[in-house]
Nanobody, 120 residues
C-alpha cells in the first residue's frame, strides 16, 4: 500500500559522505513535501531538512547547513539527502516523512529509518 523506504545508510568515517534515499510506493512523492529527520541514541528526534512540493523550496537545520543537500528525482519517485563532511555527532537513525505540499504541514507518512554511523 502506501510506503516510504529509506536506504543508503551505513558506516562511514568522519569527513566522509553518504546519500540517503527515500523511495515511495503507492503514492507520488512529487505531491508531497518530504522531510528528513534523525534520532541519535539518547536524544530526541530532530528535523534535518525538507523539500516542498509546492515550490521546491528547501530548508535545513543549522547543524547541517553547508554540508547536506536535499533533492528530488521525480522519475524515480525518490527524494535524496546528500550528506557530506559527516561528523560523529551525525550518527543517528534517519527517517523520511511525507506531509502536505509545504514543509510547515504535518508529516503523516513515515519510513522505517536507516542507520547512519560516523566513526573511525
Amino acid at each position: 500500500q502506501l510506503q516510504l523506504v529509506e536506504s543508503g545508510g551505513g558506516l562511514v568515517q568522519p569527513g566522509g559522505s553518504l546519500r540517503l534515499s527515500c523511495a515511495a510506493s503507492g503514492f507520488t512523492l512529487d505531491d508531497y513535501a518530504i522531510g528528513w529527520f534523525r534520532q541519535a541514541p539518547g536524544k530526541e528526534r530532530e528535523g534535518v531538512s525538507c523539500i516542498s512540493s509546492s515550490d521546491g523550496s528547501t530548508t535545513f537545520a543549522d547543524f547541517v547547513k553547508g554540508r547536506f543537500t536535499i533533492s528530488r528525482d521525480n522519475a524515480k519517485n525518490t527524494v535524496y539527502l546528500q550528506m557530506n563532511s559527516l561528523k560523529p555527532e551525525d550518527t543517528a537513525v534517519y527517517y523520511c516523512a511525507a506531509g502536505g505540499p509545504s514543509c510547515d504541514y504535518a508529516f503523516g507518512y513515515w519510513g522505517q529509518g536507516t542507520q547512519v554511523t560516523v566513526s573511525s
